[in-house]
């Protein structure tokens, strides 16, 4: 069973490296509720463990993963690969999980070595990675070039944001 996961959470850091596509995943409805799981549980640690991060910044989170997941899968229907959104969403949600591990350890290591300025441009362009990870997942998805999937994740990256500048003033500051 741990090599299964040690295997999973693998080809999750080789998406995340574009050396591997959401194709290296199951297709698997409880796979996609377990990473689903992990991605929440990676969330509500991120909220404990970091001071600026709230309960209020982890349900933006989730309102953010899901409109950018029914873009993405109303992208993949359209390019007509409906049978690969399974596959699909359970990469975005594993790397997303991944690199959220990541930005939550720069931030609690980081600071060590860093000054706080510093430590926020780290965590800044790693979280930028994301983007291009994003692309390199839905071009795969639908057959596309890079450059495309690149694009397409700028849109859902812009369409976020809007829809974040729109939620601020009903949360607070907490976003």
Not at 33 to 49: D, E, K, Q, R
Not at 87 to 111: E, Q, Y
Not at 152 to 166: C, E, G, K, P
Request: charged share 10%; proline share 4%.
């Amino acid at each position: 069973m741990i090599d299964n996961v040690l295997t999973l959470f693998k080809t999750f850091v080789e998406i995340i490296f574009l050396r591997k596509g959401p194709n290296a995943i199951p297709h698997s409805t409880v796979l996609l509720v377990v990473v689903t799981a992990i991605w929440f549980l990676v969330g509500v640690v991120g909220a404990v463990l970091i001071e600026s991060y709230s309960g209020a910044g982890l349900f933006v989170d989730l309102i953010l993963m899901i409109v950018g997941l029914g873009i993405y899968a109303t992208v993949v229907n359209v390019f007509g690969h409906s049978p690969r959104l399974l596959p699909c969403i359970t990469a975005f949600l594993g790397c997303s999980a991944v690199i959220s591990v990541v930005l939550f350890g720069g931030r609690l290591v980081l600071p060590l070595f860093l000054t706080d300025s510093e430590t926020g441009w780290a965590v800044q362009i790693m979280w930028l990675w994301s983007i291009p990870v994003e692309g390199h997942i839905i071009a795969r998805t639908i057959d596309r070039q890079w450059v495309i999937g690149f694009l397409i994740a700028v849109a859902v990256l812009f369409a976020q944001l809007q829809l974040l500048s729109a939620l601020r003033p009903v949360l607070g500051t907490a976003t």
